[in-house]
């Protein structure tokens, strides 16, 4: 039986001359939590943006459950069951909390927006988007407008809505960033609740104690590159690693970052 469900092979992405993404190939395997990291501008979010559609690749290849996906649409990438969260939130700030996985709910249903509006009234998509938000445990602030959240009930929102889209793989980007430390316990609750439902999970992390937390394995890139790959403990002690994030001569901690 093949367990890979995700495989990206020599997938590169530039711009102009900027290689923001060069030859980087990993598999993430069926209910996998695979940590992608890497310093600022490593090229992650370029590989995000090319896994769920937003970008076509300037070359290699993405398999998605077995199909060749790479210069597939957003909504085509959505619909085969990849669901991912923004570094940068972004709900609709004037609705409330429910009606932003409503939206969501819609928008895989219908892929329009206008159709999706005429669910408002639907008791059994409000029943759906509510059990979503319960998951999240976000059920009691379903009233709420989003825009009046904190950032942690925000970014579990965010993970709400991709909920909405059933996916196998959910790509989180920076789910963690800017939460204080006992928020930081809830949402590594809700991702490994997620993965052990039979979630595959591609997590982008900046800090090192979450992703080594959390991940079965880790990729490191750097400058577009693939720097490393294994178990955490392993890849937190490869002197590449070690350079790359505390700079030559490096001999500190990565996992203290
Ligand atoms: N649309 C674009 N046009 C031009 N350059 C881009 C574009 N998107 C990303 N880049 C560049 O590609 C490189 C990789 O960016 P990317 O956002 O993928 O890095 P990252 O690892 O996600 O960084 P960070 O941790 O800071 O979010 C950077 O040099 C960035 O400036």
Redesign the pocket.
């Known amino acids: 039986m093949n367990d890979v469900l995700l495989s990206v092979s020599d997938l590169s992405k530039h711009?102009g001359g900027?290689k923001?993404v060069d030859r980087v190939s990993f598999e993430l395997e069926k209910g996998e939590i695979l940590g992608l990291l890497?310093p600022?501008?490593?090229?992650?979010?370029?590989?995000f943006n090319m896994i769920s559609g937003v970008y076509t690749p300037t070359g290699g290849s993405i398999t998605f459950d077995g199909e060749r996906t790479d210069g597939k649409a957003p909504h085509d990438m959505a619909g085969l069951g990849i669901g991912r969260t923004f570094?940068i939130v972004k709900p609709f700030s004037g609705l409330t909390v429910l009606e932003n996985v409503v939206v969501a709910l819609g928008m895989r249903r219908y892929r329009s927006l206008s159709k999706t509006l005429g669910l408002w009234g639907s008791r059994s998509v409000r029943d759906r988007a509510m059990e979503i938000l319960e998951r999240v445990n976000l059920g009691g602030h379903a009233d709420r407008k989003a825009s009046v959240l904190p950032l942690g009930d925000h970014r579990r929102l965010e993970i709400a809505r991709a909920l909405a889209l059933e996916p196998r793989l959910l790509l989180l980007d920076e789910s963690f960033s800017g939460l204080r430390h006992e928020q930081i316990g809830r949402m590594e609750d809700l991702v490994m609740d997620l993965a052990s439902d039979g979630i595959s999970i591609l997590l982008?992390e900046?800090n090192m104690k979450v992703a080594m937390k959390l991940s079965r394995r880790i990729v490191i890139?750097d400058h577009?590159r693939k720097l490393a790959e294994g178990e955490p403990q392993e890849v937190v002690k490869d002197p590449k690693v070690i350079e790359a994030y505390l700079g030559k001569g490096g001999s500190g901690d990565v996992a203290s970052n």
């Open positions: 711009f900027l923001a890497g600022n501008g490593a090229g992650k979010t370029t590989c570094q982008i900046h890139l577009g």
